[in-house]
């Protein structure tokens, strides 16, 4: 539960989403601190991509409320999401592929005057002025998830980890207030998994908030204080890590995806 | 062989070119092959002519030819008119048409054959309003002028290639070195996407009607100026917009403008070589020949 001396920034009450009769977020509320890692664990199917998705805006939700530091966000569209500062990641890095990966990171910067024709001729050295700092910044982000040797290459030819950092940057180029990070560690070397949480931990003490979908376990030790346990589309548990994984229902709903 | 076939094929393929631009956006931003683009030139050179004739009447000095040229002030002043005519034409289109069906999830075909149905309406229109009669933007004749090498153009001609190369680079800077352009591209490669990243994909969309309308209405004014206006003068520049758009590879500006310029030499050569019977044929034997060679095109790039 949140700390009342930290005021919960993204607020969702009583999510539910069905497709065709069958629920796969059922009821789910959250509430995240600015300062905060929350992390969201569940086996397979337990609807923790779908409840991103609802929270992102890619699905539209059939119950419940979203709120952003207090605007109310349940229908918003995901580019008015992004620009209000919820923004996200995908499991599967979803990189432009044949822009650049500093033309990647920029494309994310929001409020820019340049993508409309009109403000680019009738104000155009305004433009160039924020085309500017928005490099200077691209270029500093992609220093900080140490891509930056590889800004003028093509996305498409990154490798699988690289694509993870790609995504991380991007979505700080559009200077969220909490971001959604939907399995940063998944398929990634140990050596730049490290890098991935150190840097997880550095954007959370910019005071970002970070809500964190992971099957690594250890990332999950050392980056959340607090996890929630997802189970057939419900809230199951929730608490600190070394908490809910000693937990007998905890356990049982894990166990039952294994082979026996 | 006469080498005046290269000046011919540059000047039609200046033309071609630019409105093949317009057909390669919209075809990689709104993912449909738009058969009203040719009707986009059409209505863009009676729009402008339009124009021109509502600016003599007002000041008739306009009109008189600067030399050496074969029209007057009013010409270039009424290209902006027929721009703006023309991008509010298309806007409008999208908006009442194409619009309402992407709303809608309609498939891909069914808005290409949309885009079928209102070309034939908008041609229909322009013969209903104009009539089938040519008509010209000016009667002053123009001498054209030896180049060396046993090759001659007139002035205008000359004015259309060196306007056509200042627009494609242009417009090349704006789509590889701006914020309008990094937007476009995001879009063409994942719409969903960019819009995930805020992009504002309508607003792209009406970018991409702006560029395409204005490029098409020059264009037709260009072909208006160097040989007639007729309502079908857009539909028979169709194939040759398509096979300049595939050949150059769909999306890619520079590719639009080579291919553009590679299918008006084919077609001046092919005139001297085996016949001006054939050259309606040139197009299409391109076309073919590319999608069966090449099908991503000369800068295309195979899907990834």
């Known amino acids: ?260 | 062989m006469n080498p005046q076939a290269i000046i011919d094929g540059l000047i039609a393929g200046s033309t071609i070119g630019l409105g093949a631009i317009g057909l390669t956006l919209t075809y990689s931003i709104l993912r449909f092959a738009n058969f009203t683009h040719g009707d986009f030139l059409a209505w863009g050179a009676y729009l402008t002519l339009t124009v021109a004739g509502v600016l003599g009447g007002l000041a008739a000095g306009l009109g008189a030819p600067v030399y050496p040229f074969s029209f007057g002030w009013g010409l270039p002043l009424a290209v902006l008119g027929g721009v703006a005519l023309t991008v509010a034409l298309t806007l409008g289109l999208d908006r009442i048409l194409f619009r309402k069906l992407r709303a809608r999830g309609a498939d891909t075909i069914i808005i290409v054959m949309a885009s079928f149905g209102a070309s034939m309406a908008l041609r229909s229109l322009l013969e209903f309003i104009f009539t089938a009669k040519p008509v010209y933007f000016t009667n002053a004749l123009q001498i054209a002028k030896p180049l060396g090498l046993g090759m001659r153009a007139t002035p205008d001609q000359l004015m259309v290639i060196g306007l056509t190369a200042l627009m494609v680079l242009g417009l090349h800077l704006l789509v590889t070195h701006s914020a309008t352009g990094r937007a476009m591209r995001a879009v063409s490669e994942n719409p969903g996407l960019a819009g995930v990243y805020g992009v504002d994909v309508a607003k792209v969309v009406r970018v991409t009607w702006i560029i395409g309308a204005g490029m098409a209405c020059i264009a037709g004014v260009m072909a208006g100026l160097l040989v007639q206006i007729r309502p079908y003068m857009g539909f028979d520049l169709l194939l040759p917009l398509f096979a300049a758009a595939i050949l150059g590879g769909i999306g890619s500006i520079p590719g639009a403008m080579l291919g553009g310029l590679i299918i008006g030499l084919s077609e001046a050569f092919a005139v001297q070589i085996i016949g001006a019977e054939w050259r309606a044929a040139i197009s299409f034997v391109i076309l073919v020949i590319v999608l069966m060679l090449r099908p991503q095109g000369l800068f295309g790039r195979k899907e990834a």
Do not use: W
């Open chain 1, 1 to 260: 539960m949140t700390d009342p001396s930290h005021p919960s920034i993204l607020e969702a009450r009583g999510i539910t989403k069905s497709f065709g009769g069958f629920c796969v977020v059922n009821d789910v509320s959250l509430s995240l601190s600015a300062s905060e890692i929350l992390g969201v664990i569940g086996p397979n199917g337990a609807g923790k991509s779908t409840l991103f998705n609802l929270l992102a805006g890619a699905l539209p939700i059939d119950s419940g409320s979203i709120r952003l530091a207090g605007t109310d966000l349940t229908r918003a569209r995901p580019e008015a999401r992004i620009q209000l500062g919820l923004g996200r990641t995908f499991q599967i890095p979803r990189p432009f592929p044949r822009m650049t990966v500093l033309e990647n990171v920029m494309t994310a910067a929001q409020n820019q005057r340049g993508e409309s024709l009109f403000s680019a001729l009738a104000t155009a050295s305004l433009v160039a002025r924020q085309e500017r700092a928005n490099a200077v910044r691209a270029r500093d982000i992609l220093d900080f998830v140490s891509l930056s040797h590889l800004e003028d290459q093509p996305a498409a030819v990154l490798s699988g980890g690289q694509r993870k950092l790609l995504e991380l940057a991007r979505v700080l180029m559009a200077e969220p207030r909490v971001i959604l990070l939907d399995e940063p560690a998944a398929g990634v070397n140990p050596a730049l998994l490290d890098l991935i949480i150190d840097r997880i931990v550095a954007i959370n003490k910019l005071g970002i908030a970070v809500l964190l979908i992971e099957h690594n376990m250890e990332m999950i030790g050392r980056l959340c204080p607090r996890v929630m346990v997802m189970a057939a589309g419900k809230v199951l548990a929730e608490g600190t890590p070394a908490e809910v994984t000693k937990r007998a229902d905890v356990i049982d709903v894990y166990l039952e995806g294994m082979p026996a």
